[in-house]
């Protein structure tokens, strides 16, 4: 695994994922006609309303293996010297990549919210626990409560998106810094 993990070919694919999880939910939001990426969660885009939402659930299915894939990565090339922070990593990276990632990506939400199914249910319980380790996560839960929508907090999909952000900017920073070494 300690190869993986300074490999070239690894931290492209890596960044090229973290960029993905910005760029491709602004490129589908296009075709979406009624999505606001501002007041909406990205699960949105692969909801059974959504017309763009198996480009969005394979890409949620791609995410959640490889920053499985990922967590392992590091987890084995950094327990030696850094036991605690490297089961941390695992654990957190791992959860999100299972739970806000590969499952998912396999069970949908739907766009109306009062609308329950199984796949909605479970859908919603993995991405919370995949998303319990992020900083904007309260932010991002209370923006869909009805007394916050007159608030800053209504903007969920702001919300979401800085939550991500500052997960993914330790990974991107791995990346370019492996990549221009």
Same mark, same amino acid.
């Given at each position: 695994?300690?190869n993986i993990?300074?490999?070239?070919?690894f931290?492209?694919?890596?960044?090229?994922?973290?960029?993905?999880?910005?760029f !491709?939910?602004?490129?589908l939001c296009?075709?979406?006609?009624?999505?606001? &990426?501002?007041?909406?969660a990205? &699960?949105a885009?692969g =909801? !059974?309303q959504s017309?763009?939402r198996v480009i969005? %659930?394979t890409?949620l299915i791609w995410?959640?293996?490889?920053l499985?894939?990922?967590?392992a990565?590091?987890f084995?090339?950094?327990k030696?010297?850094?036991p605690?922070l &490297?089961?941390l990593?695992?654990? +957190?990276l791992?959860?999100? #990549?299972?739970?806000?990632?590969?499952v998912?990506?396999?069970?949908?939400v %739907?766009e109306n919210k009062?609308?329950v199914t199984a796949? +909605?249910?479970?859908h919603g319980?993995?991405a919370?626990?995949g998303?319990? #380790?992020?900083?904007?996560?309260?932010?991002f839960i209370?923006?869909?409560k009805?007394?916050f929508?007159n608030?800053v907090l209504?903007?969920?999909?702001?919300?979401e998106?800085? =939550?991500l952000?500052?997960?993914?900017i330790p990974? #991107?920073y791995?990346a370019?810094? %492996?990549l221009l =070494?």
């Amino acid at each position: 695994m300690g190869n993986i993990i300074t490999s070239k070919i690894f931290h492209s694919v890596m960044l090229f994922t973290v960029v993905g999880e910005f760029f !491709l939910p602004w490129i589908l939001c296009l075709y979406y006609d009624g999505y606001n &990426s501002k007041t909406m969660a990205m &699960s949105a885009l692969g =909801s !059974l309303q959504s017309p763009v939402r198996v480009i969005y %659930n394979t890409w949620l299915i791609w995410l959640g293996c490889f920053l499985a894939f990922a967590a392992a990565a590091y987890f084995f090339t950094t327990k030696k010297d850094f036991p605690i922070l &490297s089961v941390l990593l695992l654990f +957190s990276l791992g959860t999100f #990549a299972v739970g806000a990632g590969l499952v998912s990506g396999i069970f949908h939400v %739907n766009e109306n919210k009062d609308i329950v199914t199984a796949a +909605s249910k479970v859908h919603g319980i993995s991405a919370a626990i995949g998303f319990m #380790a992020l900083i904007f996560f309260v932010c991002f839960i209370m923006g869909d409560k009805e007394q916050f929508q007159n608030t800053v907090l209504k903007y969920e999909g702001l919300w979401e998106r800085l =939550s991500l952000l500052c997960m993914y900017i330790p990974l #991107a920073y791995k990346a370019v810094h %492996n990549l221009l =070494s």
